[in-house]
Nanobody, 123 residues
Framework: QVQLVESGGRLVQAGGSVRLSCAAS????????MGWFRQAPGKEREFVAA????????YYADSVKGRFTVARDNAKNTVNLQMNSLKPEDTAVYYC????????????????WGQGTQVTVSS
């Protein structure tokens, strides 16, 4: 089992930046494929970004490509999501997820999930 905790969510004005962090206990995240998903009120959970176990590949939803960056900090056993040029439509609860053998990294079928952190972007 792996326990994940997201942090960093806050209220920010459009055009601003937020950095989210996903910390783990009980497992080393470098051995897991890590994904970020988000869910807005009344909508289904959607893929945002992912990074493979080796950190050799990253994946992004078209809606965030060029604005968001996912990266590992193995020394701190965390995975971070840097979000720049934020838009009101980015408002959602953001979740990190982990899976040791995820093949389709964009699918919300990861084994482990954090509790989520709220990001609100005002217009």
């Amino acid at each position: 089992q792996v326990q994940l905790v997201e942090s960093g969510g806050r209220l920010v004005q459009a055009g601003g930046s937020v950095r989210l962090s996903c910390a783990a206990s009980g497992r080393t995240l470098s051995r897991y494929t890590m994904g970020w998903f988000r869910q807005a009120p009344g909508k289904e959970r959607e893929f945002v970004a992912a990074i493979t176990r080796s950190a050799s590949s990253t994946y992004y939803a078209d809606s965030v490509k060029g604005r968001f960056t996912v990266a590992r900090d193995n020394a701190k056993n965390t995975v971070n999501l840097q979000m720049n040029s934020l838009k009101p439509e980015d408002t959602a609860v953001y979740y990190c997820a982990a899976n040791p053998r995820t093949v389709v990294v964009t699918a919300p079928t990861y084994d482990y999930w954090g509790q989520g952190t709220q990001v609100t972007v005002s217009s």
